[in-house]
């Protein structure tokens, strides 16, 4: 097999490497994010199932302080109805369990706040290792066509890197850094 069938297979082989290692990374990451995405959402229905608890256990309490106030009023004579004292307990045992609820209902949205910026962080990692294994495809890439022509050179006259991105061979150079070719549009 001559060299220049060996460099083109070699191309070939590291590029094809390439492509498979960047699918490869890029599924992984998915199926990661895909992992992460469950996991919050199963935090998110744990959330839900204890702050209902929650509530029910504050209505249960709630309910048996209104039940005691009155059941004691009831039995110091003082009729189901009671007094003024009894009526204003009942209604701040109310009062607490409706600031309880509120509090319970607050903290389950931050619990899905949280759990909704989690989803985006896991996406945005995501999105980061894809692009960096396109970064590593696309400059193993450019580092193989770069010694592939470096290759194809050597094989001429002189031979090397050099002389495949010299300056020296253009028409219109007279060197400097700062060249610009003249394009001739009307031939």
Not at 53 to 69: F, H, L, N, V, Y
Not at 104 to 133: K, P
Not at 141 to 151: C, D, K, N, V, Y
Request: aromatic letters at 4%; zero cysteines.
């Amino acid at each position: 097999m001559s060299k220049a069938v060996k460099a083109v297979t070699k191309v070939v082989g590291s590029i094809t490497g390439a492509n498979a290692a960047a699918k490869a990374q890029k599924k992984e990451a998915q199926e990661q994010a895909r992992i992460a995405r469950e996991q919050e959402a199963l935090k998110q229905r744990q959330s839900q199932v204890e702050a209902q608890r929650e509530r029910i256990k504050s209505q249960r309490e709630a309910r048996i302080r209104r039940a005691e106030i009155v059941s004691s009023s009831g039995a110091a004579g003082l009729g189901l109805a009671g007094t003024s004292g009894v009526v204003g307990g009942v209604s701040s045992i109310t009062s607490q369990n409706a600031t309880n609820q509120s509090a319970i209902n607050t903290s389950q949205q931050f619990a899905s706040e949280m759990g909704a910026l989690n989803t985006q962080f896991s996406d945005s990692v995501v999105r980061a290792s894809t692009a960096q294994a396109e970064y590593q495809r696309t400059a193993s890439g450019l580092s193989t066509i770069f010694s592939l022509a470096s290759f194809a050179a050597g094989m001429g006259k002189g031979g090397g890197i050099k002389d495949v991105f010299s300056m020296s061979n253009t028409p219109g150079y007279t060197g400097g850094s700062s060249y610009v070719p003249k394009l001739d549009f009307t031939q």
